[in-house]
């Protein structure tokens, strides 16, 4: 079984399990949301196409996290002319999980192994990112660490002669 639903400017296949990143959802992540414009669903023997949307059909979907792409660096140059342009920029993504599929009196509902594991997958993701992320300068303050102790060039150059 699958459909195919438009979300945020996008239309994406969507199968029951599956996960996939969507444009920005404004929703609290383990919320769980309704898509309801349905282009298409097909249930392996009869397919149903809409005009536009199918009024009977739905997909349910699992809000799993929110983040941001890869960055996509925008560079600009016009020969002869000093002009260099070069900026970056990162698109945010609502990671979602498939969970039901419904038309009519035909449903399908994902297993409650697969909601487990990519839960567990984004919070070992999660996990990963923080271990990287080094202190700020408010963090470092409010744990006490101490500054770090000025270093002069000469006391440098006289350790390294002993």
Known sequence: MYSIVETGGFQYKVEVGKTLKVPSVDAA???SLELKSV???S?????K???PVLNDASVKVEV?????????????????TRYVRRNGHRQGYTEVLVTELHSGAESEVVDQKIIERNRARIKALAAQKVQNVPLTRKEKIAQGLPKPAKVK?????KSKEA
């Open 153 to 157: 060039k000469n006391s440098i150059r």
């Open 29 to 31: 992540v383990g919320s």
């Open 64 to 80: 799993l996290a929110h983040d941001k792409e890869d960055t996509v660096i925008v560079f600009k140059k016009k020969r002869r």
């Open 39 to 41: 282009l298409l669903f």
């Open 43 to 47: 249930n392996g023997k009869e397919v």
């Open 49 to 51: 196409v809409g005009t």
